[in-house]
């Protein structure tokens, strides 16, 4: 069967994003925010234009990558004292690490692993398996979320922590005073963290009005829309930066950065020359990573290392079954 003629004139751009990960554009529920925007903290709005790196600006001596990752071993089910009902509840393995890039090449710089029993049951335990010890960490029930939800919450809350952890040990490691912290993710939580930088790959708001947001998608590689304060629950500087990629969909290679709100302005401005001078030469490509050039190689091989390090799936659940048989 030949294929359908396409239609004279008709164009399309591909997204190079893989599309088992979702998409960086969540369009489908894309919408527009609610946050309070401050759009004048470099630029006032009417002189908005693409901001190109600036000359001056080096790379830090030593650049450091946070992530985390988790999985979910088993869901259970944890007995009231009463007998009369039980409460759910998740067994995880979650670990956090920090890569570290400088002269030296980059190097795993600290890394974390941890197993959780996550549950709204007040009376749980720990839960001991041959394949190691599932620490007890007590979840909010709360009446807007569904159970499964205040326990992914509870995971992820715990896993932030981490992070932080990380972070601290590997930076007390360091000799270097200029060094630049990125985080996979939102900074929220970690807003307290010097230099650092949370690094967003996909988006789900859209926190600009329409006669600034248009701008993003006239981005060339390696530049950057204007710093910006955004507010919500939270308060944070941030803008959308570019990173090299063939040209294609109006958002491809398009990240959002953000830094402490606890930062002036002038400080917030710096930051965001520093990730254009820092990020644009650690972009992955399609060849390497199905979510390029979003996946920062850093950040991928950190992945990598993590998930092997969380142990074989099939081993510890096994040894979950084993450790909740009832004694003989």
Known sequence: MSAPPSRPGMRFAVDPWDPSYGSSLDAENLGESTARVVADVELPADRW?????????????????VDGVRRID???????????????GLCASYAAGVVCC??????????????GLFTTAAHAVDVATTAGIYRASLAEARPDIAPAQALSLALQSRLADVEITTAVAARSGLSTPDDLLVVDGPLRGRQHLPRALGYIKSHRSEYLPARLSGLVA??????????FLLGSSW???????????APGAPWAGIVRLECSATLTGEAAI???????????????EGYKDARAPQNLY????????????????GLLYRALRAAARPPA
């Open 49 to 65: 234009r693409p901001v190109d790196p600036e000359p001056g600006v080096t790379p830090p001596s030593a650049t450091l990558f």
């Open 74 to 88: 088993a869901q259970v089910w944890v007995d009231e004292p009463d007998a009369a009902a039980a409460s759910p």
């Open 102 to 115: 400088c002269d030296d090449g980059a190097h795993l710089a600290a890394v974390d692993v941890r197993r």
């Open 218 to 227: 006239t981005l060339g590689a390696g530049q950057r829309t204007p710093v």
């Open 235 to 245: 308060d944070r500087y941030t803008w959308y930066l570019r990173l090299p990629c």
């Open 270 to 284: 710096a930051m965001a020359w520093l990730s254009q001078a820092t990020l644009c030469r650690y972009a992955s």
């Open 298 to 313: 850093p950040i991928a091989g950190l992945e990598r290392q993590l998930r092997r390090r969380l142990g074989d799936a």
